[in-house]
Protein backbone atom coordinates (compact mmCIF):
# COMPACT_ATOMS: atom_id res chain seq x y z
CA UNK A 1 0.00 0.00 0.00
CA UNK A 2 1.40 3.10 -0.99
CA UNK A 3 0.66 6.77 -0.43
CA UNK A 4 -1.20 7.31 -3.64
CA UNK A 5 -3.96 4.85 -2.31
CA UNK A 6 -5.37 7.53 0.39
CA UNK A 7 -8.40 9.42 -0.36
CA UNK A 8 -7.20 12.08 -2.83
CA UNK A 9 -8.65 15.23 -0.64
CA UNK A 10 -5.18 14.07 1.94
CA UNK A 11 -1.95 16.26 1.34
CA UNK A 12 1.13 15.23 2.70
CA UNK A 13 0.86 16.66 6.01
CA UNK A 14 -2.25 14.71 6.68
CA UNK A 15 -0.54 11.53 6.74
CA UNK A 16 2.23 10.52 9.36
CA UNK A 17 2.95 12.81 11.69
CA UNK A 18 0.37 15.64 12.04
CA UNK A 19 0.55 19.31 13.22
CA UNK A 20 -1.35 20.76 15.15
CA UNK A 21 -5.13 21.07 14.43
CA UNK A 22 -8.05 23.56 16.48
CA UNK A 23 -10.98 21.23 16.90
CA UNK A 24 -13.72 23.20 15.05
CA UNK A 25 -16.22 22.51 17.75
CA UNK A 26 -13.99 24.76 20.44
CA UNK A 27 -10.70 26.01 18.74
CA UNK A 28 -9.32 26.86 22.88
CA UNK A 29 -8.47 22.73 22.40
CA UNK A 30 -6.44 21.15 19.72
CA UNK A 31 -4.89 17.94 18.60
CA UNK A 32 -2.32 16.19 16.53
CA UNK A 33 -2.29 12.49 14.81
CA UNK A 34 -0.35 10.05 13.42
CA UNK A 35 -1.94 8.53 10.46
CA UNK A 36 -0.47 5.47 8.64
CA UNK A 37 1.35 5.93 5.63
CA UNK A 38 0.61 2.45 4.29
CA UNK A 39 -2.31 -0.22 5.38
CA UNK A 40 -5.80 -0.09 3.69
CA UNK A 41 -7.97 2.87 4.42
CA UNK A 42 -10.99 1.16 4.81
CA UNK A 43 -10.57 -0.61 7.58
CA UNK A 44 -8.88 1.90 9.76
CA UNK A 45 -9.44 2.61 13.52
CA UNK A 46 -8.73 5.05 16.12
CA UNK A 47 -6.79 5.20 19.23
CA UNK A 48 -6.99 7.63 21.51
CA UNK A 49 -3.79 8.77 23.49
CA UNK A 50 -4.62 11.43 26.30
CA UNK A 51 -1.52 13.14 27.57
CA UNK A 52 -0.91 13.59 31.74
CA UNK A 53 -0.54 16.92 33.47
CA UNK A 54 2.49 17.91 31.49
CA UNK A 55 0.29 18.08 28.33
CA UNK A 56 2.93 16.29 25.87
CA UNK A 57 -0.04 15.26 23.37
CA UNK A 58 2.87 15.32 20.93
CA UNK A 59 5.50 12.88 22.89
CA UNK A 60 2.41 10.72 23.86
CA UNK A 61 1.11 10.57 20.01
CA UNK A 62 4.93 9.27 19.09
CA UNK A 63 5.43 6.69 21.20
CA UNK A 64 2.24 5.00 19.61
CA UNK A 65 3.82 4.91 16.10
CA UNK A 66 5.30 1.54 15.63
CA UNK A 67 1.68 -0.17 16.94
CA UNK A 68 0.01 2.48 14.67
CA UNK A 69 1.86 0.94 11.78
CA UNK A 70 1.74 -2.57 12.86
CA UNK A 71 -2.23 -2.30 13.54
CA UNK A 72 -3.40 0.13 11.29
CA UNK A 73 -4.24 2.76 13.52
CA UNK A 74 -4.59 6.69 13.36
CA UNK A 75 -3.26 7.64 16.56
CA UNK A 76 -5.55 10.82 18.12
CA UNK A 77 -3.90 12.39 20.52
CA UNK A 78 -5.82 15.47 22.27
CA UNK A 79 -4.05 18.47 24.19
CA UNK A 80 -6.07 20.23 26.64
CA UNK A 81 -4.31 23.24 27.54
CA UNK A 82 -3.86 24.53 31.15
CA UNK A 83 -4.97 27.90 32.16
CA UNK A 84 -8.49 27.55 30.41
CA UNK A 85 -11.05 29.80 32.27
CA UNK A 86 -8.36 29.91 35.13
CA UNK A 87 -4.61 31.17 34.55
CA UNK A 88 -3.53 28.41 37.78
CA UNK A 89 -5.71 25.71 36.75
CA UNK A 90 -4.17 22.46 35.67
CA UNK A 91 -6.49 19.80 36.14
CA UNK A 92 -9.95 20.88 34.25
CA UNK A 93 -10.23 17.56 31.76
CA UNK A 94 -9.17 15.04 34.50
CA UNK A 95 -12.70 14.86 35.97
CA UNK A 96 -14.66 15.16 32.26
CA UNK A 97 -16.47 18.46 33.09
CA UNK A 98 -14.80 22.18 34.27
CA UNK A 99 -16.43 25.39 34.52
CA UNK A 100 -19.29 24.04 31.85
CA UNK A 101 -16.92 22.78 29.63
CA UNK A 102 -17.59 19.09 28.79
CA UNK A 103 -14.46 17.44 27.82
CA UNK A 104 -15.89 14.38 26.68
CA UNK A 105 -17.68 16.20 24.49
CA UNK A 106 -14.68 18.01 23.16
CA UNK A 107 -12.92 14.56 22.69
CA UNK A 108 -15.91 13.31 20.82
CA UNK A 109 -16.34 16.06 18.28
CA UNK A 110 -12.19 15.40 17.10
CA UNK A 111 -13.60 12.14 16.84
CA UNK A 112 -15.98 12.74 14.43
CA UNK A 113 -13.68 15.21 12.43
CA UNK A 114 -11.04 12.94 11.98
CA UNK A 115 -13.78 9.83 11.13
CA UNK A 116 -15.33 12.49 8.49
CA UNK A 117 -11.57 13.36 6.96
CA UNK A 118 -10.41 9.93 6.80
CA UNK A 119 -13.20 8.09 6.10
CA UNK A 120 -13.02 5.92 9.22
CA UNK A 121 -16.25 3.65 10.10
CA UNK A 122 -15.68 1.97 12.67
CA UNK A 123 -17.13 3.99 15.33
CA UNK A 124 -15.56 2.31 17.96
CA UNK A 125 -12.25 3.26 19.77
CA UNK A 126 -9.47 2.33 21.51
CA UNK A 127 -8.56 4.68 24.71
CA UNK A 128 -5.28 5.26 26.74
CA UNK A 129 -4.22 8.00 29.39
CA UNK A 130 -1.71 8.24 31.61
CA UNK A 131 -1.50 10.12 35.62
CA UNK A 132 -4.00 12.94 34.54
CA UNK A 133 -5.07 11.38 30.85
CA UNK A 134 -5.87 8.23 33.21
CA UNK A 135 -8.13 9.88 34.90
CA UNK A 136 -10.16 11.12 32.24
CA UNK A 137 -9.53 7.86 30.24
CA UNK A 138 -11.52 5.92 33.26
CA UNK A 139 -14.07 8.09 33.70
CA UNK A 140 -14.76 8.24 30.24
CA UNK A 141 -15.39 4.70 30.06
CA UNK A 142 -17.86 4.79 32.43
CA UNK A 143 -19.62 7.33 30.56
CA UNK A 144 -19.15 5.97 27.20
CA UNK A 145 -18.28 1.96 27.36
CA UNK A 146 -20.64 1.68 23.99
CA UNK A 147 -17.86 3.31 22.45
CA UNK A 148 -14.85 1.61 23.86
CA UNK A 149 -12.89 -1.29 21.71
CA UNK A 150 -10.54 -1.20 24.83
CA UNK A 151 -8.75 0.95 27.52
CA UNK A 152 -5.42 1.21 29.24
CA UNK A 153 -5.30 3.46 32.56
CA UNK A 154 -2.10 4.15 33.72
CA UNK A 155 -1.12 5.46 37.27
CA UNK A 156 -3.79 7.33 37.86
CA UNK A 157 -3.92 9.76 41.32
CA UNK A 158 -7.59 9.92 42.08
CA UNK A 159 -9.24 7.04 40.92
CA UNK A 160 -13.17 7.34 41.00
CA UNK A 161 -14.75 3.98 41.77
CA UNK A 162 -17.96 2.25 40.14
CA UNK A 163 -19.70 3.00 43.79
CA UNK A 164 -23.63 3.86 43.30
CA UNK A 165 -23.89 4.90 46.84
CA UNK A 166 -21.12 7.60 46.82
CA UNK A 167 -21.33 11.26 44.41
CA UNK A 168 -18.98 12.14 41.72
CA UNK A 169 -16.21 12.33 41.54
CA UNK A 170 -15.63 9.39 44.69
CA UNK A 171 -17.69 7.32 42.99
CA UNK A 172 -20.48 7.24 40.36
CA UNK A 173 -24.14 7.64 42.48
CA UNK A 174 -25.07 11.01 40.50
CA UNK A 175 -23.06 10.46 37.52
CA UNK A 176 -26.52 10.53 35.54
CA UNK A 177 -27.46 13.57 36.98
CA UNK A 178 -24.24 15.45 36.30
CA UNK A 179 -23.52 14.35 32.73
CA UNK A 180 -26.72 12.74 31.53
CA UNK A 181 -25.61 9.56 31.04
CA UNK A 182 -26.38 6.34 33.48
CA UNK A 183 -23.78 3.55 34.22
CA UNK A 184 -24.26 0.83 31.86
CA UNK A 185 -22.38 -2.20 33.71
CA UNK A 186 -23.79 -4.48 31.02
CA UNK A 187 -21.13 -2.50 28.13
CA UNK A 188 -18.49 -1.88 30.95
CA UNK A 189 -18.28 -5.71 31.02
CA UNK A 190 -17.68 -6.02 27.01
CA UNK A 191 -14.61 -3.93 27.03
CA UNK A 192 -11.26 -5.19 27.66
CA UNK A 193 -9.97 -2.78 30.32
CA UNK A 194 -6.18 -3.32 31.67
CA UNK A 195 -4.39 -0.87 35.14
CA UNK A 196 -0.88 0.06 35.24
CA UNK A 197 1.15 1.46 37.86
CA UNK A 198 5.01 1.43 38.75
CA UNK A 199 5.51 -0.28 42.18
CA UNK A 200 7.86 2.74 42.86
CA UNK A 201 5.15 5.65 42.04
CA UNK A 202 4.46 6.08 45.96
CA UNK A 203 5.14 9.65 46.72
CA UNK A 204 1.75 11.51 47.93
CA UNK A 205 2.36 14.87 47.51
CA UNK A 206 0.42 15.65 44.31
CA UNK A 207 -2.54 13.20 45.03
CA UNK A 208 -3.36 14.08 48.70
CA UNK A 209 -6.48 16.24 49.05
CA UNK A 210 -7.05 18.16 51.78
CA UNK A 211 -10.15 20.07 52.33
CA UNK A 212 -10.59 23.30 51.00
CA UNK A 213 -8.13 22.39 48.14
CA UNK A 214 -10.01 21.94 44.60
CA UNK A 215 -11.28 18.53 44.46
CA UNK A 216 -11.71 17.76 48.19
CA UNK A 217 -15.05 15.78 49.04
CA UNK A 218 -14.93 13.57 51.55
CA UNK A 219 -13.85 10.10 50.95
CA UNK A 220 -11.44 11.73 48.48
CA UNK A 221 -8.32 9.75 50.17
CA UNK A 222 -10.07 6.85 50.94
CA UNK A 223 -8.62 4.24 47.91
CA UNK A 224 -5.02 5.03 49.54
CA UNK A 225 -2.22 7.23 50.16
CA UNK A 226 -0.05 6.29 46.81
CA UNK A 227 -0.78 5.45 43.50
CA UNK A 228 -0.53 1.43 43.96
CA UNK A 229 -2.45 1.44 46.43
CA UNK A 230 -5.74 3.16 44.82
CA UNK A 231 -4.94 1.72 41.37
CA UNK A 232 -5.25 -1.24 43.69
CA UNK A 233 -8.91 -0.46 44.95
CA UNK A 234 -9.63 0.48 41.41
CA UNK A 235 -8.69 -2.65 40.76
CA UNK A 236 -10.73 -4.62 43.13
CA UNK A 237 -14.08 -2.33 42.87
CA UNK A 238 -13.55 -3.03 39.13
CA UNK A 239 -13.28 -7.07 39.47
CA UNK A 240 -16.33 -6.40 42.31
CA UNK A 241 -18.77 -5.16 39.49
CA UNK A 242 -17.69 -8.23 37.22
CA UNK A 243 -15.50 -6.25 34.88
CA UNK A 244 -12.47 -8.87 33.68
CA UNK A 245 -9.68 -6.23 34.03
CA UNK A 246 -5.60 -6.80 33.73
CA UNK A 247 -3.36 -4.92 36.23
CA UNK A 248 0.04 -4.41 35.58
CA UNK A 249 2.53 -3.71 38.77
CA UNK A 250 5.78 -2.71 37.17
CA UNK A 251 8.53 -3.50 38.70
CA UNK A 252 10.92 -0.89 40.13
CA UNK A 253 8.91 2.48 37.67
CA UNK A 254 8.10 5.23 39.55
CA UNK A 255 5.72 7.50 38.23
CA UNK A 256 7.37 7.54 34.65
CA UNK A 257 5.44 6.99 31.53
CA UNK A 258 7.37 5.22 28.90
CA UNK A 259 7.61 1.89 30.86
CA UNK A 260 3.93 2.37 31.75
CA UNK A 261 2.92 3.09 28.01
CA UNK A 262 4.93 -0.08 27.01
CA UNK A 263 2.63 -2.19 29.07
CA UNK A 264 -0.82 -0.29 27.05
CA UNK A 265 0.85 -1.08 23.52
CA UNK A 266 1.14 -4.92 24.62
CA UNK A 267 -2.05 -4.49 25.88
CA UNK A 268 -3.31 -2.82 22.56
CA UNK A 269 -1.73 -5.16 20.24
CA UNK A 270 -3.64 -7.99 22.19
CA UNK A 271 -6.81 -6.73 22.16
CA UNK A 272 -6.62 -5.01 18.92
CA UNK A 273 -4.48 -6.83 16.83
CA UNK A 274 -7.19 -9.57 15.53
CA UNK A 275 -9.33 -6.85 13.91
CA UNK A 276 -8.60 -6.77 9.85
CA UNK A 277 -6.23 -4.26 8.54
Known amino acids: MTPSTQP ?8 GATPAIACAMDQRFSYCLY ?9 RRLLVAVHGTGRGNQVVRDSFVA ?23 RDNYK ?6 IRFDHVLLAMIDEVAAKY ?10 GFSGGAHFAHRFYYLYPERLSA ?19 VGVADMEARFGRPLNLPAMRAVPVH ?17 GSAHWMEGAND ?3 TRVERIGALHDALRASDIDVRLDLVEGAAHEYEPLARRAMTFFAETLGDAAR
Open 119 to 128: GVTDTSFGLF
Open 195 to 211: LAVGTRDVETWEITHRP
Open 151 to 169: VSVCAPGSPTLPDPDRPWW
Open 223 to 225: TGD
Open 35 to 43: VPRDGDPAT
Open 95 to 100: YVEYRG
Open 67 to 89: LADRLNLIILAPLFPCGIEDPDD
Open 8 to 15: PSLSPYDL
